[in-house]
C-alpha cells in the first residue's frame, strides 16, 4: 500500500512534511497559506477562516463582518442579519419592547466668567461666585 500526500486546499498540490503548515481543511504549503485577499502569510494567531479560504483577521472583519455606517452612530446601528422588529431575547414574554429613543443633546458651555479677581488679582475657578483669596463677588 501506498502512502499518498495530502493535497493543499489552495493549490492542489501534494503536501510534503517539510512543507507542510496546518490550516482550514487540512495540510497546506506554508507558502499558499496566505490571505486570500493581501496575500498576507498567515499562521495560527493570525489565521481566519471563511467557506475553506483562508484570511488574515483585518480582510476577514472588511469582508465578513458587521456592516454598520462607522464609528460615530455606535452599534446600535450596526447590521447583523437579525430582524430589528423582532422582541429582543431578554424582553419579558408578551411585553412589546420599543427602540430606545436617542439621548438627549448635550446642554451647551455655560459662558466662561472672569479668570482672575478684578480686586486682588487671585486665581478664580470656572462658575465661581465668590474670590476664594479676598471673598468678593465676581463679576462676570
Given amino acids: 500500500m501506498a502512502f499518498t500526500n495530502p493535497k493543499c486546499p489552495r493549490c492542489k498540490k501534494a503536501v510534503y512534511f517539510a512543507e507542510k503548515a496546518t490550516g482550514p481543511g487540512g495540510d497546506w504549503h506554508k507558502v499558499c497559506l496566505a490571505c486570500l485577499d493581501c496575500r498576507k502569510r498567515l499562521d495560527s494567531t493570525t489565521l481566519a477562516e471563511h467557506n475553506g479560504e483562508a484570511y488574515c483577521k483585518a480582510c476577514y472583519g472588511k469582508n465578513f463582518g458587521p456592516r454598520g ?25 408578551g411585553s412589546s419592547a420599543a427602540p430606545r429613543a436617542a439621548p438627549a443633546p448635550a446642554p451647551a458651555p455655560v459662558a466662561a466668567g472672569p479668570k482672575f479677581c478684578q480686586g486682588c488679582g487671585g486665581g478664580l475657578s470656572p462658575g465661581a461666585r465668590f474670590c476664594p483669596s479676598c471673598g468678593r463677588p465676581v463679576s462676570s
Fill in 69 to 93: 455606517f462607522g464609528f460615530a452612530m455606535g452599534g446600535a446601528m450596526m447590521h447583523t442579519g437579525i430582524d430589528s422588529s423582532a422582541a429582543p431575547v431578554n424582553a419579558a414574554p
